[in-house]
């Protein structure tokens, strides 16, 4: 007897193909209505599901396929003559193979305007069923859901006439998982109809296993999102360099969310996921530089991410330095032949295109998970802000908001002190705000920078000593959000020092 193929499917990509070959090779092929007629118009003889069933497509077609002779012939098991007894006398035929994917559920609710009544006509019964029907018995039964998978299970077929027993477990496998996604989908939506959002259905991809975690013993894996967005290291493209390891990763995210808030030219180098230079300038070329020079001592093994084209230039005077990681946006092909020279150089090609949509950030705990928004807020730094005698100039404003925008990103407690838009100290994760101050401020006395500098604080300042310590190193400027019982006292210590100070009423911590 010849085997039997049951096909219904709504994605039809590749199926002519596949289910000619399967016709070629003697296979009987039942199908259920649109992908019958596109079958038959193919020129390719099909038995209608009704034809087996003996019992007509009813409900507009939401019942077709919950049949005992679809469901006997997929789970009987072959080797178990009572099953087999069973077929042969309620007339039962097998079914050695299911091609079916489901309704186009995700899809449909993803478009502006969507009803709950169109959603739940996207609801798929029957083919969920045969799916979980056919992969249960796959010790007989084949089951394909995958448009991707139909070359292999024909090449089988047609050279050993069926397909082997670790291939069915494979699909089996996969047939679950499309069932299970599909299902987290739709529970997940009618859940938010109904008002009840209690549950979090979370779906990743395995990307790598990665060498170690944090540490040596530590083991670690890598997974992405099924949902693709820019600055995103999980759809990077790495065009060369040693395997991305955890902390890299973790470091390379950190650097790509520090990006996202720039939109001039802008350069950042980054150790253990705090910026150690950064700058904005008219060209990538002088960005690099400024960001280099605001920190040449930490940037050894660091990453460096831009955010436009990264040139031969540029490329010329990283490949000295010792980096670990460089990204952008996308290279010249004179770039990538300089940075090729370090075989071990991690080059990443990232998608930095703007978007407004939320990111949702998961930490795990133990025993739980913590899920907020990203904080890609960045706040318009304006005049009328401005809380003491002395006044922001122009290029007062334009190196708050560059710090403003930088210290959002450093671990608090966080101080970041800079000058014509680029960094000049960072203090991060210090137990408090002044020992963070005292840090940035000795950094950039180091360097050299006493001049028109600037200091912001990612939390407010719960005294006035950090105030009174930037004036001693020549601060001009103050931005924090405000919001201690002792704010006063920090704008009469600002006033007395004829300091400018502005306050956003917008905090960014960074734990």
Same mark, same amino acid.
């Given at each position: ?7 219904? =499917? ?57 049949h005992p002779k679809v469901h006997g012939a997929l789970l009987a098991r072959r080797s178990n003559p009572s099953h087999l007894k069973a077929l042969e006398e309620n007339g039962i035929g097998f079914i050695d193979l299911v091609c079916v994917n489901l309704y186009p559920f995700r899809q449909t609710i ?41 070359p292999q299970v024909l090449a089988e077929i047609v050279q050993n006439g069926d397909t082997s027993l670790q291939t069915r477990l494979e699909l089996s496998a996969k047939a679950y998982t499309h069932t299970a996604q599909y299902d987290c989908c739709i529970a997940a939506y009618m859940r938010k109809q ?62 790509l969310n520090i990006v996202r808030d720039f939109r001039k030219p802008f350069c950042v180098a980054l150790k253990h996921m705090n910026p150690c230079g950064a700058a904005e300038a008219d060209d990538i070329e002088t960005a690099w530089r400024k960001a280099y020079e605001a920190d040449t001592v930490s940037?050894?093994?660091?990453? =460096? ?72 807020? =960045? ?133």
């Amino acid at each position: 007897m010849a085997k039997r193929a049951l096909v219904s =499917v709504s994605d039809k990509t590749g199926l002519v193909e596949f289910v000619n070959g399967l016709s070629k090779a003697g296979w009987e092929i039942i199908a259920t209505g649109g992908t019958q007629k596109l079958l038959e118009e193919a020129g390719i003889t099909t038995i209608g599901i009704s034809e087996v069933t003996g019992f007509p497509e009813i409900c507009d077609g939401r019942v077709k396929t919950l049949h005992p002779k679809v469901h006997g012939a997929l789970l009987a098991r072959r080797s178990n003559p009572s099953h087999l007894k069973a077929l042969e006398e309620n007339g039962i035929g097998f079914i050695d193979l299911v091609c079916v994917n489901l309704y186009p559920f995700r899809q449909t609710i993803a478009q502006e305007g969507v009803t709950l009544e169109d959603a739940i006509e996207k609801i798929d019964i029957g083919g969920p069923s045969m799916l979980r029907s056919a992969a249960k018995n796959y010790e007989s039964v084949t089951v394909v859901c995958d448009p991707q998978d139909y070359p292999q299970v024909l090449a089988e077929i047609v050279q050993n006439g069926d397909t082997s027993l670790q291939t069915r477990l494979e699909l089996s496998a996969k047939a679950y998982t499309h069932t299970a996604q599909y299902d987290c989908c739709i529970a997940a939506y009618m859940r938010k109809q109904a008002g009840l959002n209690e549950k979090l259905f979370l779906e990743f991809d395995l990307k790598q296993s990665l060498r170690y975690g944090e540490n040596p013993h530590q083991s670690a894996k890598f997974y992405s999102s099924v949902q693709q967005m820019p600055y995103s290291l999980a759809s990077a493209e790495q065009l060369q360099g040693k395997e991305m390891s955890y902390n890299n990763i973790q470091d390379a995210n950190a650097a790509l969310n520090i990006v996202r808030d720039f939109r001039k030219p802008f350069c950042v180098a980054l150790k253990h996921m705090n910026p150690c230079g950064a700058a904005e300038a008219d060209d990538i070329e002088t960005a690099w530089r400024k960001a280099y020079e605001a920190d040449t001592v930490s940037i050894y093994g660091g990453i =460096v991410a831009v955010n436009r084209c990264l040139t031969g230039e540029v490329a010329k005077e990283m490949k000295p330095i010792f980096l670990e990681i460089v990204m952008a946006p996308d290279y010249t092909p004179e770039a990538l032949q300089i940075l090729s020279a370090k075989k071990n150089l991690r080059v990443l090609k990232v998608e930095m295109s703007s978007s407004d949509n939320k990111i949702d950030q998961y930490v795990s705990v133990n025993g739980g998970l913590l899920v907020q928004h990203l904080d890609t807020q =960045v706040e318009q730094l304006t005049a009328d802000m401005c809380v003491t005698e002395q006044k922001p100039t122009e290029q007062m404003l334009a190196d708050l908001q560059f710090a403003w925008n930088i210290v959002k990103h450093v671990k608090s407690n966080a101080i970041v002190v800079a000058a014509n838009q680029q960094t000049r100290g960072v203090g991060a994760g210090q137990m408090n705000r002044v020992g963070s101050a005292e840090i940035a401020l000795k950094q950039a006395e180091s360097g050299g920078s006493c001049e028109n500098l600037v200091l912001s604080s990612d939390g407010f300042l719960p005294f006035d000593d950090t105030v009174e310590m930037a004036a001693r190193y020549g601060i001009k400027a103050i931005v924090q959000p405000g919001g201690s019982i002792r704010d006063t006292d920090c704008i009469n210590k600002a006033n007395e020092k004829g300091i400018c100070m502005l306050l956003t009423g917008i905090r960014h911590f960074k734990h």
